[in-house]
């Protein structure tokens, strides 16, 4: 088996390139692909709005939404550690078509 390796290993290092660069550019395609509104959550959306309404003027006071600070940090990490997956695959596959590319011949 290293022996193959060894053989093909300027065709793998080509292959393994392409693979990761591809790979890299789906998930940043994926990543921006930004946010859809389906009718059933403007549906929800108003309906929220709606009972929040109602139930600040039947106590009198204002109502505030409810956000959770540690929903928000969770989904920022998230996006950054997405977006330096994307930044490390796209800098491992352009190094393997570089060594592909650069790899000398032995005969």
């Known amino acids: 088996m290293p022996a193959w ?14 693979l990761m660069l591809l790979l890299a550019s789906a998930m940043l395609f994926w990543d921006n692909r930004g946010d859809t509104v389906t009718e059933e959550s403007l549906a ?9 309404r109602m139930q600040a003027q039947s106590s009198g006071a204002k109502a505030s939404p409810e956000t959770s600070i540690f ?4 989904r920022e990490k998230q996006q ?3 977006r330096y997956a994307v930044i490390a695959l796209m800098i491992t596959g ?3 078509l570089l060594y592909g590319f650069l790899k000398k011949e032995e005969g």
């Open 80 to 82: 950054q550690q997405l």
């Open 94 to 96: 352009v190094g393997f």
């Open 71 to 74: 929903s928000g940090n969770y």
């Open 5 to 18: 390796i060894k053989i093909h290993q300027k065709q793998l290092s080509l292959a393994a390139g392409v």
């Open 44 to 52: 929800a959306a108003n309906v929220a709005r709606m009972e929040a």
